[in-house]
């Protein structure tokens, strides 16, 4: 239940949490019902925050956040988020009175593209740059008339389709440096990657091109751009691209998947992939517009429609055009519904991306959900008292990376303006003292020292960095260093350590040293915002006309060639498929009951990840005494156990509509906190605040409210957001994404694998799965092929095969070995074969193979087994002591596989058959096509 407390020193009330009672995110006691049938188009549900000027209502059941204008719901606290800090240039711009113009604004510098932005991305080694701005941040629809890029190696006619000034719904946010001095900041250094990017682009040149664009409105409407600045189109093209994820010069594994090109690294791939860049480009030039396949051929000769067409259905099937909230995507969604049902468990961003897509090209949708609110882990609470109110979001907050993020794309739609926040990021000591510059410099520089010398030491032990920890890795490396023997720089060097700790939801001795940054290759770039209002503003807008049941937590599923029955609270729901987005500490709890059960595979995946905790003491004061020229600042601890102890404080501000401030708890202070009295709690942090600045002459008002979080004891989530575990690897999260029998789908965060642990890599894996979702109906809808003679394709595979084995990987004895290159992941698959005389009689287990190495033997005399094993597993076979015998031995008794014929692959074998045979013909091809790492 909700928990109030007052104090000497601090009157003020103090939300807390308790769980057991109920699913609301952060706890609370329910009182009362839910009616069994949808809530359509509702944001009902616990602590909405909202604008200014928002009509707020309280409900027992809770209110979820809207835009102004919405009713919201107001109901006991919540708790905690999906994050995060950032890497880079770090931010909020409080707009002042003077900053504000209306119409555009002709001049400007660091442009932040607001079609391009970014939520919540995790950040590994997060440093705050200090350095003074004066940035233009364009609301949502900027006005910016532009021209679509015109191909030459497309199309020869140059007909221009002008983008038409847009009208504003809100003022331009001007934020500017406000005159104050200084304040000791943070210079940023991230180290060099460890591998290379899969999709790179210049971050400057995309900023610069942006600001160039912005900058063509002061030339009026008639201007044009020269045509000699095609092959620059097609260059910002290809960037644009890339920020979204696609790869410059390669197919993304979904296009592969997909057949959008007969043949993988030709010549009609680089066409296809010009195409393609350019439609992406064009619908992010007004994505307040329906793009049709006809628009698209307006500049694209008629040569290459067949291109034209498979690219826009891949784009428009899977999301990645046409898609969000703006009232011309929404005309689009069919009245009727005569598609596959399906129902979505989850109304967090994951499902509710899901639902509205599938809704849009004609599934019959109901969306599940166990809270009483919709938004999952992104929950903004509306905090008031002594005249002075605030939107807090107690879940995700940041608004990350904006080059590229499909959640910018919202922002832009809903004319939503974004405030930048700015880098300086002041550390203070335990009694409050700032820390010494010098010395806070040269222990960050060490600690990215010894993260940089973990990278190389992972490179060196390839085979075993799996199961060491980062954190036992650093410590050693510190230790062996001289890190951090003073107490100020160990102090510092602790800070540093809860600062990752925080990016990961979890204790650095849990952490892969070996995958703990695996996705680092495909984050986001550009800019890190928040949310004027709150994140809410999001989720309103994704449930607008979605028919969701709230308080209905499910119990079990049950799938089969029959459908799919999803019982939850006493009701069954029946359906031809069902999409799971519960977080992954819920699967990990085993609540929801799978019949039949999860594949191993999948359930070990569940098992080796990660899923950790971080927590927010939420203070809403009744005027800022922290001052306006700071939106970070940092704190000590004495003891290092208690490093992510209110190590960090965030200034809403400027943003929330009220003196809101927020202190981070993270690592294993987080795991405490959970215990923590909220009294308690609120008191450590007022005595913190005070020692900082009543120094200074700066009294310390107590707080207004204040909401202390409880993620990991939510029974709906039972934790932050997902992480790669010791023994964990990024293919776990693509073996979580997997589905079951075309019939078992899996979205969320932590089944992204490029954007874990983020709000846009749970919204992306739900247009994702939506996408499979509806190949999966349409194929089972489909006339059954004809059957091609079994000789004619064993004969190709057979040729295949062979084909492949010319070039093993690894060739030792009779066993040949090859792998799928665009992976280094150990739990990859391999393939392995065995060579036998056709006379040998087949061994036992326990017996000897009698396998002839003389070269001369015909072809048509071998008898050729197979079977996969991992990657790792095949290094482990090949280190072997012994002969093929003992080799043998190994590998059917240790490996527990079954040695079969081509027949006898299966689906996981032919895969891996064909995702060889794509990978090397590409690379004998001439393409670039990029490595995953």
Same mark, same amino acid.
């Given at each position: 239940?909700?928990? /109030?407390?007052?104090?000497?020193?601090?009157?003020?009330? $103090?939300?807390?949490?308790? @769980?057991?009672?109920?699913?609301?995110?952060?706890?609370?006691?329910?009182?009362?019902?839910?009616?069994?049938?949808?809530?359509?188009?509702?944001?009902?549900?616990?602590?909405?925050?909202?604008?200014?000027?928002?009509?707020?209502?309280?409900?027992?059941?809770?209110?979820?956040?809207?835009?102004?204008?919405?009713?919201?719901?107001?109901?006991?606290?919540?708790?905690?988020?999906?994050?995060?800090?950032?890497?880079?240039?770090?931010?909020?711009?409080?707009?002042?009175?003077?900053?504000?113009?209306?119409?555009?604004?002709?001049?400007?510098?660091? $442009?932040?593209?607001?079609?391009?932005?970014?939520?919540?991305?995790?950040?590994?080694?997060?440093?705050?740059?200090?350095?003074?701005?004066?940035?233009?941040?364009?609301?949502?629809?900027?006005?910016?008339?532009?021209?679509?890029?015109?191909?030459?190696?497309?199309?020869?006619?140059?007909?221009?389709?002008?983008?038409?000034?847009?009208?504003?719904?809100?003022?331009?946010?001007?934020?500017?440096?406000?005159?104050?001095?200084?304040?000791?900041?943070?210079?940023?250094?991230?180290?060099?990657?460890?591998?290379?990017?899969?999709?790179?682009?210049?971050?400057?040149?995309?900023?610069?091109?942006?600001?160039?664009?912005?900058?063509?409105?002061?030339?009026?409407?008639?201007?044009?751009?020269?045509?000699?600045?095609?092959?620059?189109?097609?260059?910002?093209?290809?960037?644009?691209?890339?920020?979204?994820?696609?790869?410059?010069?390669?197919?993304?594994?979904?296009?592969?998947?997909?057949?959008?090109?007969?043949?993988?690294?030709?010549?009609?791939?680089?066409?296809?992939?010009?195409?393609?860049?350019?439609?992406?480009?064009?619908?992010?030039?007004? $994505?307040?517009?329906?793009?049709?396949?006809?628009?698209?051929?307006?500049?694209?000769?008629?040569?290459?429609?067949?291109?034209?067409?498979?690219?826009?259905?891949?784009?428009?099937?899977?999301?990645?055009? @046409?898609?969000?909230?703006?009232?011309?995507?929404?005309?689009?969604?069919?009245?009727?519904?005569?598609?596959?049902?399906?129902?979505?468990?989850?109304?967090?961003?994951?499902?509710?991306?899901?639902?509205?897509?599938?809704?849009?090209?004609?599934?019959?949708?109901?969306?599940?959900?166990?809270?009483?609110?919709?938004?999952?882990?992104?929950?903004?609470?509306?905090?008031?008292?002594?005249?002075?109110?605030?939107?807090?979001?107690?879940?995700?907050?940041?608004?990350?990376?904006?080059?590229?993020?499909?959640?910018?794309?919202?922002?832009?739609?809903?004319?939503?303006?974004?405030?930048?926040?700015?880098?300086?990021?002041?550390?203070?000591?335990?009694?409050?003292?700032?820390?010494?510059?010098?010395?806070?410099?040269?222990?960050?520089?060490?600690? @990215?020292?010894?993260?940089?010398?973990?990278?190389?030491w992972r490179e060196n032990k390839e085979h075993t960095a799996d199961q060491v920890s980062l954190g036992e890795t650093l410590e050693r490396l510190r230790l062996s260093s001289g890190v951090g023997l003073g107490q100020e720089e160990r102090q510092l060097y602790d800070w540093h350590s809860a600062n990752l700790e925080y990016?990961?939801?979890?204790?650095?001795?849990?952490?892969?040293?070996?995958?703990?940054?695996?996705?680092?290759?495909?984050?986001?770039?550009?800019?890190?915002?928040?949310?004027?209002?709150?994140?809410?503003?999001?989720?309103?807008?994704?449930?607008?006309?979605?028919?969701?049941?709230?308080?209905?937590?499910?119990?079990?599923?049950?799938?089969?060639?029959?459908?799919?029955?999803?019982?939850?609270?006493?009701?069954? #729901?029946?359906?031809?498929?069902?999409?799971?987005?519960?977080?992954?500490?819920?699967?990990?709890?085993?609540?929801?009951? #799978?019949?039949?059960?999860?594949?191993?595979?999948?359930?070990?995946?569940?098992?080796?990840?990660?899923?950790?905790?971080?927590?927010?003491?939420?203070?809403?004061?009744?005027?800022?005494?922290?001052?306006?020229?700071?939106?970070?600042?940092?704190?000590?601890?004495?003891?290092?156990?208690?490093?992510?102890?209110?190590?960090?404080?965030?200034?809403?501000?400027?943003?929330?509509?009220?003196?809101?401030?927020?202190?981070? /708890?993270?690592?294993?202070?987080?795991?405490?906190?959970?215990?923590?009295?909220?009294?308690?709690?609120?008191?450590?942090?007022?005595?913190?605040?005070?020692?900082?600045?009543?120094?200074?002459?700066?009294?310390?008002?107590?707080?207004?409210?204040?909401?202390?979080?409880?993620?990991?004891?939510?029974?709906?989530?039972?934790?932050?957001?997902?992480?790669?575990?010791?023994?964990?690897?990024?293919?776990?999260?693509?073996?979580?994404?997997?589905? $079951?029998?075309?019939?078992?789908?899996?979205?969320?965060?932590?089944?992204?694998?490029?954007?874990?642990?983020?709000?846009?890599?749970?919204?992306?894996?739900?247009?994702?799965?939506?996408?499979?979702?509806?190949?999966?109906?349409?194929?089972?809808?489909?006339?059954?092929?004809?059957?091609?003679? /079994?000789?004619?394709?064993?004969?190709?595979?057979?040729?295949?095969?062979?084909?492949?084995?010319?070039?093993?990987d690894l060739d030792f004895g009779s066993f040949s070995i090859i792998f799928d290159q665009q992976t280094k992941d150990p739990s990859s698959l391999a393939l392995v074969r065995l060579v036998y005389d056709m006379p040998v009689q087949m061994p036992s287990r326990a017996d000897t193979p009698e396998v002839r190495t003389d070269?001369?033997?015909?072809?048509?005399?071998?008898?050729?087994?197979?079977?996969?094993?991992?990657?790792?597993?095949?290094?482990?076979?090949?280190?072997?002591?012994?002969?093929?015998?003992?080799?043998?031995?190994?590998?059917c008794q240790k490996f527990g596989v079954k040695l079969v014929g081509r027949r006898g692959l299966g689906p996981a074998g032919d895969a891996l058959v064909v995702a060889i045979k794509w990978n090397r013909a590409a690379r004998n091809e001439g393409s670039t096509m990029q490595k995953f790492p």
């Amino acid at each position: 239940m909700e928990k /109030v407390a007052s104090a000497p020193n601090i009157p003020a009330a $103090v939300d807390a949490t308790n @769980n057991s009672n109920m699913g609301e995110m952060g706890g609370g006691v329910l009182t009362s019902k839910v009616t069994s049938g949808p809530t359509v188009g509702s944001a009902s549900g616990e602590g909405g925050g909202a604008m200014p000027g928002t009509n707020l209502q309280q409900s027992p059941l809770g209110g979820g956040g809207a835009m102004p204008g919405t009713n919201l719901q107001q109901s006991p606290s919540g708790g905690g988020g999906l994050r995060r800090l950032h890497n880079g240039r770090f931010a909020p711009q409080a707009a002042r009175e003077e900053d504000l113009k209306e119409g555009f604004v002709s001049r400007v510098r660091n $442009v932040v593209k607001s079609g391009d932005m970014a939520i919540t991305e995790k950040k590994k080694r997060i440093r705050i740059r200090k350095k003074k701005v004066t940035t233009v941040l364009p609301p949502g629809n900027s006005g910016i008339q532009q021209d679509t890029v015109t191909l030459t190696t497309v199309a020869q006619k140059k007909k221009r389709i002008r983008i038409r000034n847009r009208k504003r719904k809100q003022p331009e946010i001007v934020a500017k440096d406000d005159g104050t001095s200084p304040v000791e900041g943070r210079q940023s250094k991230r180290p060099a990657r460890q591998h290379a990017k899969v999709s790179t682009y210049d971050e400057s040149a995309l900023d610069a091109a942006i600001e160039e664009q912005l900058g063509m409105q002061s030339q009026g409407k008639g201007h044009k751009r020269k045509l000699g600045n095609v092959d620059k189109d097609i260059t910002m093209e290809a960037m644009i691209a890339a920020a979204i994820g696609f790869p410059r010069d390669a197919l993304t594994e979904e296009e592969i998947e997909a057949g959008v090109v007969s043949t993988v690294g030709s010549q009609e791939q680089a066409n296809y992939i010009v195409v393609r860049n350019h439609i992406l480009a064009t619908w992010r030039e007004n $994505v307040n517009t329906w793009l049709e396949q006809e628009t698209v051929m307006e500049t694209i000769r008629s040569l290459h429609s067949k291109l034209v067409a498979s690219a826009y259905d891949f784009l428009l099937s899977h999301g990645y055009i @046409n898609f969000g909230v703006a009232p011309a995507i929404k005309a689009k969604v069919p009245a009727e519904k005569d598609k596959a049902s399906v129902v979505v468990i989850g109304a967090g961003l994951a499902g509710l991306a899901a639902a509205r897509h599938l809704l849009a090209i004609g599934h019959k949708v109901v969306v599940v959900e166990g809270r009483l609110r919709p938004g999952g882990r992104v929950y903004t609470k509306k905090m008031e008292g002594e005249k002075v109110w605030a939107a807090a979001d107690l879940g995700g907050s940041v608004v990350t990376g904006i080059h590229g993020n499909p959640l910018g794309v919202l922002a832009r739609q809903m004319n939503l303006p974004l405030h930048k926040i700015r880098d300086q990021c002041p550390i203070y000591q335990p009694h409050g003292q700032p820390a010494q510059k010098d010395v806070d410099n040269k222990v960050e520089a060490e600690f @990215n020292k010894l993260l940089d010398t973990c990278g190389k030491w992972r490179e060196n032990k390839e085979h075993t960095a799996d199961q060491v920890s980062l954190g036992e890795t650093l410590e050693r490396l510190r230790l062996s260093s001289g890190v951090g023997l003073g107490q100020e720089e160990r102090q510092l060097y602790d800070w540093h350590s809860a600062n990752l700790e925080y990016a990961n939801a979890s204790l650095l001795t849990n952490l892969s040293l070996a995958y703990w940054d695996q996705d680092d290759p495909y984050e986001m770039g550009g800019d890190h915002c928040f949310l004027p209002g709150g994140n809410v503003q999001f989720v309103a807008a994704l449930t607008e006309g979605l028919p969701i049941f709230y308080g209905k937590t499910v119990k079990a599923i049950c799938y089969g060639n029959d459908g799919v029955k999803v019982i939850a609270h006493n009701q069954v #729901f029946e359906c031809d498929m069902v999409l799971c987005t519960v977080p992954l500490g819920v699967l990990k709890k085993g609540l929801i009951k #799978f019949e039949p059960e999860l594949p191993k595979r999948k359930m070990d995946a569940i098992r080796r990840l990660g899923f950790g905790l971080l927590n927010k003491v939420v203070m809403l004061f009744p005027r800022v005494f922290w001052g306006t020229d700071i939106d970070t600042f940092g704190h000590l601890e004495e003891d290092p156990k208690n490093r992510g102890e209110y190590f960090l404080f965030y200034s809403y501000a400027g943003v929330s509509g009220g003196p809101l401030l927020m202190a981070l /708890v993270a690592g294993e202070a987080a795991i405490k906190f959970e215990r923590t009295p909220p009294l308690e709690a609120v008191t450590r942090v007022m005595s913190i605040l005070r020692g900082i600045f009543e120094p200074k002459g700066i009294r310390v008002p107590n707080p207004v409210q204040t909401v202390c979080t409880r993620w990991g004891s939510d029974s709906l989530c039972f934790g932050s957001y997902s992480n790669v575990a010791v023994g964990a690897s990024g293919e776990d999260y693509d073996i979580l994404a997997e589905s $079951v029998d075309d019939r078992l789908f899996f979205a969320g965060e932590a089944t992204n694998r490029q954007y874990p642990a983020t709000m846009h890599g749970a919204f992306l894996s739900g247009h994702r799965e939506a996408a499979k979702i509806a190949r999966a109906a349409a194929a089972r809808m489909a006339p059954p092929k004809p059957l091609i003679p /079994v000789q004619k394709d064993m004969r190709l595979y057979m040729a295949t095969l062979a084909d492949l084995f010319k070039e093993p990987d690894l060739d030792f004895g009779s066993f040949s070995i090859i792998f799928d290159q665009q992976t280094k992941d150990p739990s990859s698959l391999a393939l392995v074969r065995l060579v036998y005389d056709m006379p040998v009689q087949m061994p036992s287990r326990a017996d000897t193979p009698e396998v002839r190495t003389d070269q001369s033997v015909p072809a048509e005399e071998q008898l050729h087994l197979y079977t996969t094993i991992t990657r790792q597993q095949a290094f482990d076979l090949r280190d072997v002591k012994g002969g093929d015998r003992e080799k043998y031995v190994y590998l059917c008794q240790k490996f527990g596989v079954k040695l079969v014929g081509r027949r006898g692959l299966g689906p996981a074998g032919d895969a891996l058959v064909v995702a060889i045979k794509w990978n090397r013909a590409a690379r004998n091809e001439g393409s670039t096509m990029q490595k995953f790492p």
